[in-house]
């Protein structure tokens, strides 16, 4: 008779488990916020040129030796520094064909990843509605990007591809 009572109960839930709680935020999109921090020109809309610009950039201040290898000392650096950073939402570069270097396509390839998947259209752009889709609010505004998220102005949009001469990512 134990045995069919025990068979038959619901399963014991964690006492910290309240239906009536509001659902925690498991929004798995934060790192969108950071792809804005490319956005060269602060208008709330991102390029994929602006974020190849930025990515060069930001690898050339860790390739001190201007050798397009950063090391595993220097990558283990960079790891903790974006953990304390990001926490556990930080994106850890990885060594994806283990030749103790880290080269600009690795170390670009997760941003570069998130900005296709987030380009739904496909144009190279990040539009303030594709960014505020992704769930992370809208972007600052500026004269040139009303709320309407229509351009206006002398600015041209990118284009597809936009990658460094000589065919790199």
């Not at 080269?103 to 670009?108: G, K, P, Q, Y």
Request: net charge negative; glycine share 12%; hydrophobic share 30%.
């Amino acid at each position: 008779m134990l045995a069919l009572a025990a068979c038959s109960s619901d399963p014991p839930k964690p006492a910290h488990w309240n239906p009536n709680d509001v659902p925690r935020d498991e929004n798995w999109h934060s790192q969108t916020s950071s792809l804005l921090r490319y956005d060269a020109n602060h208008d709330g809309t991102l390029t994929r040129v602006e974020l190849l610009a930025g990515l060069h950039a930001e690898f050339n201040t860790y390739d001190v030796k201007r050798n397009n290898c950063l090391g595993p000392d220097q990558v283990r650096d960079i790891n903790t520094l974006r953990v304390q950073q990001d926490g556990s939402q930080a994106t850890p570069l990885v060594d994806w064909n283990q030749d103790n270097c880290i080269d600009f396509n690795e170390f670009s390839g997760t941003m570069l990843s998130l900005f296709d998947t987030l380009d739904k259209n496909g144009d190279g752009v990040l539009t303030p509605d594709e960014l505020k889709a992704a769930g992370i609010g809208q972007p600052a505004q500026s004269p040139n990007v009303p709320a309407d998220g229509e351009r206006r102005g002398g600015h041209r949009r990118g284009g597809g591809g936009g990658g460094p001469p000589g065919g790199g990512q």
